[in-house]
């Protein structure tokens, strides 16, 4: 357990389904995290939370929605997705250069 | 905007052996942060080690030590006495100085094999 719980660990979608995925950690920290992992690409950033309010959206498109409702937790809501979305989600929390990362949500969508 | 460039897809080591990853950068910033991550297959990233631009003196932790040539904006991992554990995909990161909610820039990574 490295402090950041990310959950479900795999979910298998359709194009056509709506899920959710979930990010907490109890660390204190005060920034949050959505990165995608594909393959033979470096981490992209998602999206930057800081004390629950966003500070960054990478141009991400609108099938993803994120959400903070406090320091603690993190969500990113999926809908509509694209085969090309399948990858794996990291969420990472961090207090000033101190950064933790969960375990990831590895997305397929068929 | 910063950019970190891993020119190793693949390296591999014999156990016990030294190896030495790749990593450069491109900044226009003088205060910032560099971080070496491990990432297992089982996907948690761990830092491995951290440099403060500030110091000259190169970060070392137990078998891992870098070496920072800030001018040529290079940050190499050195990995001594290779084990078996050490095998993972390693990535180079990128953070500004600034004090919070700083965003992370990776590398491509460098897949490590060790061999026994």
């Known amino acids: 357990e490295t402090g950041v719980t990310q959950t479900p660990r795999h979910l298998v979608m359709g194009m056509t389904n709506k899920k959710s995925l979930k990010c907490e950690q109890h660390?204190?920290?005060?920034?949050m995290y959505w990165y995608k992992q594909s393959a033979k690409k470096p981490l992209e950033l998602m999206f930057v939370?800081?004390?629950?309010?966003?500070?960054e959206n990478n141009s991400v498109p609108s099938r993803f929605s994120p959400e903070c409702p406090n320091s603690s937790h993190l969500f990113l809501h999926l809908h509509t997705l694209q085969p090309e979305d399948s990858a794996l989600y990291l969420c990472?929390?961090?207090?000033?250069?101190?950064?933790?990362f969960g375990s990831g949500t590895r997305l397929t969508v068929v | 905007a910063q950019t970190v460039t891993q020119s190793q897809p693949e390296m591999s080591v014999q156990e016990a052996e030294t190896v030495t990853l790749s990593c450069t950068y491109d900044?226009?910033?003088?205060?910032?942060?560099l971080f070496w991550y491990k990432q297992p297959p089982s996907r948690q990233m761990i830092l491995v080690i951290r440099?403060?631009?500030?110091?000259?003196q190169n970060a070392t932790e137990n078998r891992f030590s870098v070496n920072f040539q800030k001018a040529a904006k290079s940050f190499s991992l050195k990995i001594s006495d290779s084990q078996l554990g050490d095998a993972a995909m390693y990535f180079c990161?990128?953070?500004?100085?600034?004090?919070?909610?700083?965003?992370?820039?990776f590398g491509e990574g460098t897949q490590l094999t060790v061999n026994p």
């Open positions: 990472a929390s961090s207090r000033l250069d101190r950064y933790t």
């Open positions: 660390l204190g920290h005060n920034a």
């Open positions: 939370y800081n004390f629950k309010e966003q500070t």
């Open positions: 900044t226009s910033e003088s205060d910032y942060y």
């Open positions: 440099q403060e631009a500030y110091k000259q």
């Open positions: 990161a990128y953070r500004s100085g600034e004090t919070s909610g700083s965003r992370l820039t």
